[in-house]
């Protein structure tokens, strides 16, 4: 969330840094400086009113203490008090109609970042085959590890189903990122719930703006949570921290919900876009002055998993106007797919400030007794299935077998490769 201190000193600025994104919210903007506007006028007034409220209740105790008639005070004190009331439930709509419009702004560009996405670095080799690689899907149903047709039948399209070695690698790569994030890079694993309440959608940025590509329960109104991001922030919801405690570093597995309501017709085909999928999630909690570094290190912590896995990969800076709602500066991980002959995004490593932190208040104490809003950021660490499908396309052989990375064989049963079933002996 936006401060609203910050509107009120800079609307052009404000308005010209959302610009970069490409959307025109000037008039957001203004609907909000009016709103502002209006309930510091009423709020002027309450308190007006509660001081003419505490000079009457003075009053009618110096009555009744000298016995005198305190009638006519009394019945002006109803009028003060029905006045306030009034006044008050103004003062809260306003608020909340405030609140309203603040919770639909996306985030302010970091100054760093520029309009555009730049190509930073290339990592490891993109291999040279001496055949066509097929697409993980189709390999995948040669090799007897993906069922696209059984998942249609049970839950409709753009849904996995995991047969066989298939479980295994998923579950192989799931246990070496979590074993690697929480033994050499310190964090404390979370295994947190799956489903829970709009405040908590709200409190990181999916709510409300992105709320129809979320799964709701009618009954309970509780969602299905789209990324392990959202209940791993809320945990320092409503906290005051010690700059000590900081930072904090969870990870989590979780399977993710997404109705990707906004994308008929895209990568319809393999487990590049489902409604269902399963991400090793980072996310740090930092103090001000840390939160740049910190980012800097989270994106490192995400990259050496594609470097013991050997995969080809590049990473990108995010433009401006490619970036995520609550964003203020990204870096994406993007994976060579020869199968595809593409690169394909497998995380998003994002700095959002202290934006997350203002709609959770979530804050610390600094060493000086100020208390400041901690910065969140998370990272993709990483996206399972695409990690998956790399895997399929860039270890295959001429035989359509896969080769298993060294750094998954021990999560394998010690298994080198995944064979074709009608090879295996």
Request: some cysteine.
């Amino acid at each position: 969330m936006i401060d609203i201190n910050e509107i009120r000193k800079n609307s052009s600025g404000i308005i010209a840094s959302l610009a970069k994104r490409g959307e025109d919210l000037s008039d957001k903007i203004e609907k909000i400086k009016k709103l502002d506007e209006a309930w510091r006028t009423d709020l002027l007034e309450m308190e007006e009113i509660r001081r003419e409220k505490n000079t009457v209740s003075d009053e009618i105790g110096k009555l009744k203490r000298n016995g005198s008639d305190a009638s006519e005070m009394i019945e002006q004190m109803q009028k003060v008090s029905a006045r306030e009331k009034e006044i008050k439930k103004k003062v809260d709509e306003s608020r909340a109609a405030i609140n309203q419009e603040l919770l639909l702004l996306p985030n302010i560009p970091d100054d760093s970042v520029t309009a555009g996405n730049k190509v930073l670095r290339e990592q490891g080799e993109q291999k040279k085959y001496d055949f066509e690689v097929l697409p993980h899907w189709e390999a995948g149903k040669i090799l007897n590890i993906l069922d696209f047709e059984k998942a249609a039948v049970l839950s409709g399209s753009q849904f996995p189903l995991l047969c066989g070695d298939g479980a295994l690698l998923e579950r192989a790569l799931i246990n070496f990122m979590l074993d690697v994030h929480i033994e050499k890079h310190g964090y404390l694993e979370i295994m947190p719930p799956y489903l829970v309440r709009e405040e908590t959608m709200i409190g990181t940025g999916k709510f409300p703006k992105f709320s129809e590509e979320s799964y709701m329960t009618v009954k309970d109104g509780l969602c299905l949570i789209p990324t392990a991001e959202v209940p791993l922030v809320n945990l320092v919801r409503d906290k005051i921290l010690s700059k000590d405690e900081l930072p904090l570093k969870y990870a989590a597995f979780t399977s993710c919900f997404r109705r990707e309501a906004g994308s008929h017709g895209l990568d319809t085909k393999g487990l590049i876009r489902n409604h269902q999928f399963n991400k090793v999630e980072l996310v740090n909690i930092t103090n001000q002055e840390e939160s740049g570094r910190a980012h800097e290190q989270l994106l490192a912590e995400s990259e050496e998993i594609l470097k013991l896995l050997q995969l080809p990969y590049r990473v990108l800076e995010l433009g401006s106007d490619d970036m995520g709602f609550a964003a203020a500066k990204t870096y994406d991980l993007e994976v060579w797919m020869p199968g595809e002959k593409k690169w394909r995004e497998v995380s998003s490593c994002s700095n959002c400030l202290d934006f997350q932190a203002r709609r959770i208040n979530a804050r610390y104490r600094s060493p000086e007794g100020d208390i400041l809003f901690v910065h969140t950021l998370n990272s993709s660490g990483l996206a399972v299935g695409r990690i998956f499908a790399a895997i399929v396309e860039n270890f295959q052989t001429d035989e359509i077998n896969v080769k298993i990375p060294e750094a998954l064989q021990s999560y394998m049963k010690g298994r080198k490769r995944i064979k074709r079933p009608d090879t295996v002996k």
